[in-house]
């Protein structure tokens, strides 16, 4: 009798170990990128610049390559970096009056351009 009952007593505090392992009581947290996070995800040409400009800038009638609306060119990176250089690039989308007729662009779009242009505009 004394047996079984110890052999009961090993059998429950076993099974109940199950639930001591850290990883399995305290999961690592989902941890997704954020776009407009600029401090872990900093903005590129090629991954933030170039998009936003081709759908919202380099379009027919504004700064793309055929029109060039007051001299800029924005469907190339030397055109991007000529108005982001002059200043042209933040004093107009801040002010809002950028992309004429479409709309401001959305604040993550203005903080991904502000984060390129305030650390150097590099060609990445």
Do not use: E
């Not at 990128?33 to 590129?44: F, H, L, V, Y």
């Amino acid at each position: 009798m004394k047996k079984i009952l110890l052999f009961a007593v090993i059998a429950v505090s076993l099974g109940s170990c199950y639930s001591d392992k850290y990883d399995k009581l305290y999961p690592a947290p989902v941890v997704t990128a954020d776009p407009c996070d600029t401090a872990t995800n900093a903005s590129t040409y090629t991954n933030n610049i170039k998009p936003i400009m081709s759908q919202s800038c380099a379009i027919a009638g504004c700064h793309d390559a055929i029109d060039a609306a007051a001299g800029y060119d924005l469907s190339n990176y030397t055109g991007v970096k000529t108005a982001a250089d002059n200043g042209l690039l933040l004093s107009d989308i801040n002010r809002g009056t950028m992309p004429k007729g479409l709309g401001k662009l959305t604040d993550c779009k203005i903080k991904q351009i502000t984060y390129w242009v305030n650390h150097g505009a590099a060609n990445n």
